[in-house]
């Protein structure tokens, strides 16, 4: 329950944040050029911009997948990402990771689909990439 509302909260403040701020989208084509691809689309973001790419991808009517952990603290920001449509692969590095990655395997099968990932993880270092998206993605 604490939680639940904790999550409306989160929501309105980022809600509020996001549309009150001005986002310069960079290579927007190429995203663009990608959907309209017979391929499947995923985005790998570095952790910290996480959800302004989710936040910009759901706004924009995509159907996006996001991964997201499946840690208590996780689910505050996972009730507030199903609010705003954004359909969820639950798994990490640490806990249900194989399942994860086979549903994102299986996602990406279907060319419509479109995956947001954290490519550097929650732990680091920040904004260094690491091994995993490119071999899910091949």
Request: aromatic residues 10%; contains cysteine.
């Given at each position: 329950?604490?939680?639940?509302?904790?999550?409306?909260?989160?929501?309105?403040?980022?809600?509020?944040?996001?549309?009150?701020?001005?986002?310069?989208v960079h290579g927007e084509?190429?995203?663009?050029?990608?959907?309209?691809?017979?391929?499947?689309?995923?985005?790998?973001?570095?952790?910290?911009?996480?959800?302004?790419?989710?936040?910009?991808?759901?706004?924009?009517?995509?159907?996006?997948?996001?991964?997201?952990?499946?840690?208590?603290?996780?689910?505050?920001?996972?009730?507030?990402?199903?609010?705003?449509?954004?359909?969820?692969?639950?798994?990490?590095?640490?806990?249900?990771?194989?399942?994860?990655?086979?549903?994102?395997?299986?996602?990406?099968?279907?060319?419509?689909?479109?995956?947001?990932?954290?490519?550097?993880?929650?732990?680091?270092?920040?904004?260094?990439?690491?091994?995993?998206?490119?071999?899910?993605?091949?």
């Amino acid at each position: 329950m604490k939680n639940s509302i904790l999550s409306y909260f989160v929501q309105i403040i980022l809600n509020f944040v996001f549309k009150t701020s001005k986002f310069n989208v960079h290579g927007e084509q190429y995203l663009k050029d990608s959907i309209a691809s017979d391929c499947p689309t995923m985005v790998c973001v570095w952790h910290s911009r996480f959800l302004y790419s989710v936040y910009f991808l759901q706004d924009n009517n995509y159907d996006i997948w996001a991964l997201s952990s499946t840690h208590k603290d996780s689910e505050i920001l996972a009730k507030a990402l199903i609010r705003w449509k954004v359909n969820l692969i639950r798994g990490s590095s640490t806990r249900g990771w194989k399942n994860a990655i086979i549903e994102m395997k299986k996602k990406l099968e279907d060319s419509n689909t479109i995956i947001a990932i954290t490519n550097d993880g929650p732990k680091g270092p920040p904004k260094i990439a690491k091994p995993g998206s490119v071999k899910i993605s091949n």
